[in-house]
Structure formats: C-alpha cells, structure tokens
C-alpha cells in the first residue's frame, strides 16, 4: 500500500480574490463555454462553425420534434471539451461506462431549440461533425454521454458521467472515424454529448485504487457539479487522460472502477474542492501499483491556483 500526499498553497492571489462560490458555479464560468447560434430550419442544409474549430451541418429533414419536422428559426447549442484542462474545468472526464479510462481525442455537447425547448435528440436523418485533431493518423471511436445508470445524461445533482456506444453512429455504434485534412468527420445520429475517444491502451494487468481524501470540505461532486463540491481525477502522462474517481469508499475515501486502473501507468492523482467561496487542493505523482491507497490532504488555496494547476494538465 502507498500513502502519498502534497498540498497546493496560497501563492497565486488570495482568498478574497475568489470571485465564485459553488462547484457548480466554477464549472459554469471557467469550463466550456456555451456557445449559441441560430439557424433556419426551414431552409437546411446549413453548416455551423464554432471557436475551437468544431463544425457541424444540418442535413435537410434532420431536425423534428414529437416525430414532426421543425421548421422556422431554431437555436443551436453546442459546448466544445478539446483540452484536458476543460475536461477538469467543466466537471466531465473520460470515463468509459465499464470503468475503462478513455485517451480523448475531444468531445461536444449539441442541443438544438425550437420554441425554448430541446428537439428529438434522436435525429430523423443524421448530421455531420467534424472535430479537429492535432494527430496525422490513426483512428478515433464516437461516444455518447451516459450516466452511471448508461441512460442518457441530464444536468442533475446526482448524475456521473461516462461514454458509451452511441445508438447508431454512420449506422455502427462505436464506429472508428479516422483523420482527414486534420479533423475526425463523422455522421452522427442523437443530439447530446458526442466523444471521440480511444480506450487508453495499455497492457499490463489492471487493479483497483482508493484515495483517502483528508480535510474534504464537501461531499463528492457530480456530473459539471451540479452535486456535491469536490472532485478527484487521476491524469495519466502524456496521454490525454482524465480519469474521475467518484465510488464513494468510506468516509472521506472514493475508489476508481474495480480492476480497471492499469498497473505501471505513471500520472497525478488529483483532487480540487469549491465551498463557500473557498477553495483546497491537493494532487500526488504515483505510479499505479496492485492495490494501491493514495493519501491526499486538501489545502485552502485560492481560486486562481487551482485553475493554474488545472490548465497545467495540457502540458503534462
């Protein structure tokens, strides 16, 4: 067993210069921002581009509601996770619903909005994405966001996030798209959170690991935390890993998925918590070992440094 633990001190700013109070409300002002766009739908196809280079296009006949074509103006709304960084900062991970950590190659939220509220997420003729990617080869697989109950997720207090094989995606679920003109382009067929993400490959036999998470302020947070205050990811290296551990073990403890952390990965158990305007920090380098019990001992820090220590992940 191995206990380890460091703690993040107060060196960027100072507690007064927190300008958020909640989990939830961090998630909202620092993670993926939602962008929004109207289009017509009386007059589709029409293609959307959006800031980080994420576009998609509405086929004629895409768009219904209770099964009945929508016509007139509709809002589009779409929030793009292409980093590491906005994985943490928008309270999602890369969790495949069997426990599996996923390498992502970036995910998007797409809702679509006539008369205030969401159209059939099953799309009646499938639209068109493309992601951009930095790699130059190989092949990516397409996701949707599920809860730990694999239904489909919602923004609700108790709802943890995962990945699993979409309904029909260019009609195979989980079918793998490879790179062209440096974007993944795919047809997809549901609205909702969409991922394009590689299971994590490593060979080495699996195991179970538990964080003891001393002077947590909070409970566990949920999905985008919409629940509870505090979070726990383990960020494998130099690999777009974003591990969150949320199996409540104990008082105070949480577990990954059993037999499902690879042994002799290297990466940085992490852990961040927002209470009342107050926010701790802690995070370890480890090793993966069999069994294996992380100590971390949150620490009062500030706003800004949690936010350095999370955009530092892109790097890392």
């Known amino acids: 067993m191995i206990a380890l633990g460091v703690a993040c001190k107060k060196e960027n700013g100072?507690?007064?210069?927190?300008?958020?109070?909640?989990?939830?409300?961090?998630?909202?002002?620092?993670?993926?921002?939602?962008q929004v766009k109207e289009i017509n739908a009386s007059t589709l196809p029409q293609t959307l581009t959006f800031l980080d280079g994420t576009k998609i296009v509405f086929p004629v006949?895409?768009?219904?509601?209770?099964?009945?074509?929508?016509?007139?103006?509709?809002?589009?709304?779409?929030?793009?996770?292409?980093?590491?960084?906005?994985?943490?900062?928008?309270?999602?991970?890369?969790?495949?619903?069997?426990?599996?950590p996923l390498e992502s190659d970036g995910f998007i939220f797409v809702d679509v909005k006539s008369g205030g509220s969401s159209v059939d997420q099953n799309l009646a003729v499938p639209i068109k994405i493309s992601i951009p990617t930095k790699k130059t080869s190989g092949v990516t697989q397409l996701w949707v966001g599920v809860d730990q109950d694999n239904k489909p997720l919602a923004e609700a207090a108790g709802a943890q996030m995962a990945w699993a094989a979409p309904r029909a995606a260019n009609g195979v679920g989980g079918k793998e798209v490879g790179v062209t003109a440096a974007n993944f382009t795919f047809d997809f067929g549901n609205l909702g959170w969409i991922n394009c993400d590689v299971f994590y490959s490593y060979a080495n036999p699996k195991t179970t690991v538990t964080v003891d998470i001393a002077n947590n302020p909070g409970s566990l947070a949920s999905f985008r935390g919409f629940g509870g205050e505090t979070f726990v990811f383990f960020c494998a290296k130099g690999s777009n890993v974003a591990a969150q551990l949320y199996t409540p073990n104990g008082i105070n403890g949480v577990k990954s998925y059993d037999n499902m952390m690879p042994i002799g990965v290297e990466g940085r158990m992490l852990s961040f918590s927002i209470k009342n305007g107050r926010y701790y920090y802690a995070s370890v380098e480890t090793t993966i070992t069999a069994n294996q019990n992380i100590s971390l001992t949150l620490a009062e820090t500030t706003e800004a440094a949690v936010q350095a220590a999370i955009n530092s992940l892109d790097s890392y």
């Open 14 to 34: 100072s507690v007064r210069d927190n300008t958020v109070n909640t989990a939830k409300e961090f998630m909202t002002k620092f993670g993926s921002q939602k």
């Open 61 to 100: 006949g895409s768009l219904t509601k209770g099964g009945v074509p929508v016509t007139g103006n509709v809002s589009v709304e779409v929030y793009e996770v292409l980093k590491r960084s906005a994985v943490l900062l928008s309270g999602t991970n890369t969790n495949h619903s069997s426990g599996a």
